[in-house]
């Protein structure tokens, strides 16, 4: 039984070693990279090869949404084994998300911290790497719709080997802000009403639309089929035939291609051939009225049914064709 005791705590001492030894491991680690930067800050400025560069997807950013910059350090002919950068934003264009070090070919933080416009990631490993190593990903969100503002990688930034410091060229990125699109279509034009007719026309208006960012135009629909777009409230109709029902309605249009619903169908008839009044009807009334303008030539007169110019016999033997109808 003493003997198993003893094998026991043998092994409980044992197993207290690892947990120390691993966590020693960590602390020489951690402190490598201290010392790196140390040893870096007396160094002088660094003439190197290893060159720290901003990317993005895309520096196209849309206000309200978050572009993601990866950090580098293309090290090209040389050997590093810790980077210090510095970055700093403009505030007022833009928002820290996160910092994501996942990747990072430095396996090892030594500082990092997010403050007033400025961030700084220090990094370090403990063996020498080459080639394009990622630093980390850092977010951000667009918090203005135009212009441009500059990522700038500060010439506190450094790459490291062994303490000495072999800094190239520092990168930086331009972030270009956009508007996001407009999604939203205008208002359906309202009140749709018929001003006149005539044999060949049909002439109505309606209330404006609103839009967020403003309408554009109208889009005139005849029986279903767009016929034309135009700026204002009111459109004539014209080249209908007589007598003839027509079915018309309006859609609003904004800068960005939006098209509201559109408006409520108004149904119309061209007015008869003859229909001086516009009665619907030809009969003695019209035929009054025509006599009584005979041989008028004013433009646009109601009786004069064959458009020459003047009221006259032709303009009679049209309406008596058309008697009763």
Do not use: C, H
């Amino acid at each position: 039984m003493k003997k198993q005791i003893n094998n026991l705590k043998s092994k409980q001492v044992f197993k207290s070693r690892k947990v120390n030894i691993g966590f020693l491991a960590v602390f020489v680690l951690s402190l490598a990279v201290f010392g790196y930067f140390l040893i870096k800050s007396f160094a002088a400025p660094g003439n190197g090869n290893a060159n720290i560069v901003l990317s993005a997807p895309s520096s196209e950013v849309i206000v309200g949404n978050n572009v993601t910059v990866t950090a580098r350090v293309n090290t090209n002919s040389e050997q590093v084994n810790a980077v210090d950068l510095r970055i700093s934003y403009d505030t007022s264009k833009l928002q820290y998300v996160s910092i994501d070090d996942s990747q990072s070919a430095f396996s090892i933080e030594a500082f990092e911290s997010v403050s007033n416009g400025n961030i700084t990631i220090t990094r370090g490993e403990t063996s020498m790497k080459s080639g394009s190593l990622e630093i980390a990903k850092i977010t951000f969100k667009a918090l203005v719709d135009n212009g441009t503002s500059t990522l700038d990688v500060t010439n506190e930034s450094s790459v490291v080997n062994s303490g000495n410091d072999v800094t190239g060229t520092l990168t930086d990125l331009i972030v270009i802000f956009k508007e996001a699109p407009d999604t939203t279509p205008p208002t359906a034009p309202s009140s749709l009403r018929l001003d006149t007719r005539t044999t060949n026309s049909l002439q109505f208006s309606w209330n404006a639309s609103t839009d967020n960012k403003g309408v554009t135009g109208y889009r005139v629909y005849v029986n279903n089929s767009p016929v034309q777009t135009i700026a204002g409230t009111q459109f004539n109709a014209t080249g209908l035939n007589a007598g003839t029902q027509y079915s018309l309605s309006v859609s609003a249009l904004d800068a960005a291609g939006n098209e509201s619903a559109r408006s409520q169908t108004l149904t119309a008839n061209t007015v008869k051939l003859g229909d001086v009044n516009k009665d619907e009807k030809i009969d003695v009334f019209d035929l009054s009225i025509l006599l009584s303008r005979w041989q008028s030539q004013t433009a646009n007169d109601p009786s004069d049914l064959n458009k020459d110019g003047v009221v006259n016999i032709f303009d009679l033997s049209i309406l008596l064709s058309r008697w009763g109808t």
